[in-house]
């Protein structure tokens, strides 16, 4: 392998890792937005509901979570599948 054919490869290879981070930049974006709208509904319905227990506000917060996690963890898994 020349010097030139070395250079070119690792070129390439950066790029490759550049467009690997920018695509995970955005789906960590949408993860957090998809997280943050479904804890704006968990809060609005905690309040529209107007249950005073301490049970169902951690039950919302428990849901929101396990939301987030499952749209952070399926954005991931998709990305991988499409590089």
Request: net charge positive; glycine share 4%; aromatic share 18%.
């Amino acid at each position: 392998m020349t010097k030139e054919e070395t250079v070119s490869l690792t070129v390439h290879l950066q790029e490759k890792e550049y467009l690997y981070y920018l695509l995970y930049s955005k789906y960590k974006i949408i993860s957090f937005i998809s997280g943050c709208f479904f804890i704006i509904i968990m809060v609005y319905l905690f309040i529209l509901t107007d249950l005073s227990g301490i049970f169902t506000f951690l039950l919302s917060i428990g849901a929101t979570l396990g939301f987030f996690t499952i749209v952070s963890i399926a954005s991931h898994l998709s990305f991988k599948k499409n590089i």
